[in-house]
């Protein structure tokens, strides 16, 4: 079976912008493809993971989300690396659009977005060897919840979540300064 990492993307991957918009600046983390790389090369699939509520709440499409996703896999692509599969939520429990304010399976840290990039992905994943990286409280708890390891990086909102932590869970999770670290981590 094959192992994964499930990569958060806003603040993770990217630099952290609230809600993107379409005159938002792409920012990804100099070390980001390079650490979507060495992953690669380690035989890891790589898989975003990120709730965009912000379609849910009018703030832009799925389509902006689906063009977003495109321009970062061609940045990724052009540096060596691969991004296997991107999942995202367009949900939220104040969405202005009534199909999608709703509690659903698939925002973090609820666990749908990881199951079907598994099944997208053959369903051949050990999630008990995969990981979770991500810069907030629900990527640990997605983590946890599938029964992977968690890492929380401190870029993004990570330095001010991992203060916010329950002692038990704050014990159990990995936490690094950003992408790369993380990656070193999981590859020792």
Same mark, same amino acid.
């Given at each position: 079976?094959t192992?994964?990492? %499930? ?10 912008l609230?809600?993107? !918009?379409p ?6 983390y100099?070390?980001s493809?390079?650490a ?7 035989? %890891? ?6 709730? *965009?509520?912000?379609v849910g709440?009018?703030?832009y499409?799925r389509d902006f989300?689906e063009e ?5 896999a061609?940045? %990724? ?9 991107? *999942?995202?939520?367009p949900?939220h ?5 009534d199909? /999608?304010r709703h ?5 973090k840290?609820?666990?749908g977005?990881?199951?079907?990039a598994?099944?997208r ?6 999630l008990? *060897? ?5 810069d ?5 708890q997605?983590g ?11 870029s ?5 979540q991992?203060? !916010?932590?329950p002692?038990d ?5 990995a !936490?690094?300064d950003? /992408? ?6 999981? /590859?020792?």
């Open positions: 079976m192992r994964a990492v %499930f990569l958060d993307r806003d603040g993770t991957i990217i630099g952290e609230g809600y993107l !918009t005159d938002s600046r792409l920012d990804v100099p070390w493809i390079d979507v790389r060495l992953l690669n090369h380690a035989g %890891f699939k790589v898989v975003v993971v990120t709730n *965009q509520g912000g709440r009018g703030l499409t989300v977003t996703h495109k321009t970062l061609g940045r %990724f692509r052009s540096g060596g690396a691969t991004i296997d599969v991107w *999942q995202y939520c949900h429990p104040e969405a202005l659009i199909e /999608l509690r659903c399976g698939c925002r840290p609820a666990t977005m990881v199951e079907d598994v099944e992905l053959g369903g051949e994943i050990d008990a *060897q995969s990981w979770v990286v991500g907030q409280w629900r990527d640990v997605l946890h919840a599938i029964g992977a390891r968690s890492i929380l990086v401190r993004g909102h990570g330095a001010t991992e203060t !916010t932590w002692m869970v704050a014990a159990a999770t !936490t690094c950003n /992408l790369i670290a993380a990656v070193a981590r999981i /590859l020792v």
